[in-house]
């Protein structure tokens, strides 16, 4: 298994660069040209879309799921990534100490991130027909918690007061990609400064 793992990696590794080509030499040809054409362009557009990208797609979400469950592959990836090395015994205390730092961080940057998510705040203008004792400024404060992302259009829905927007907050505006990206280059950055910091 090991040595599968291994091949696997490199397949991960070596076929990057050639999706970088794919990628980029689609949106220089046009991705919609290139998907009706019925030429090289389109060999090249199914090829890659089929094989080159599914292919690294199955392997990327079979190496996650391997960095997960096994301790030896993990312990093997992740150091080189995050560039952690523990060449004696000050560096492995330093390095617990760095994690430590990382990890305390982290949750309090999702305790913000999800504070920002849950709460809305609204300040907005109704019709005259609608002010309360002549007043037709109105401030609302919400709290929502999903589950499950709700769809835009049921959201909509909901929405049945005429108004006028001043000032509207409903919560954060970034995908969750985005911020699990962001969390992941936040925990290498943290770690390798915390790292750096306490060595000096």
């Known amino acids: 298994m090991k040595k599968y793992d291994s091949i696997l990696l490199k397949v991960f590794l070596y076929e990057l660069p050639i999706l970088m080509v794919y990628f980029i030499s689609l949106f220089a040809f046009g991705l919609e040209t290139a998907a ?15 094989y080159i990208f599914g292919s690294w797609m199955i392997v990327s979400t079979y190496l996650s799921f391997r960095l997960m469950v096994s301790e030896v592959f993990r312990e093997k990836v992740l150091t080189k990534m995050t560039f952690l090395k523990e060449r004696d015994e000050r560096e492995v205390i330093l390095t617990g100490q760095a994690a430590k730092n990382t990890m305390l961080t982290t949750i309090a940057i999702l305790i913000f991130l999800f504070c920002l998510s849950c ?48 000032v509207s907050y409903t919560g954060l505006h970034i995908s969750s990609s985005t911020v699990i990206l962001g969390l992941i280059g936040w925990q290498i950055i943290s770690y390798n400064y915390s790292m750096h910091h306490a060595i000096k």
Not at 36 to 50: H, L, P
Not at 127 to 155: I, W, Y
């Open 119 to 166: 709460f809305q705040v609204s300040v907005y203008h109704v019709p005259p027909e609608q002010a309360v004792d002549g007043k037709n400024r109105v401030l609302t404060l919400g709290l929502t918690f999903n589950l499950l992302e709700e769809s835009s259009q049921h959201k909509n829905s909901q929405e049945e007061v005429e108004k006028e927007d001043i």
């Open 36 to 50: 009706q054409s019925n030429g090289y362009a389109k060999v090249w557009y199914d090829f890659g879309g089929c």
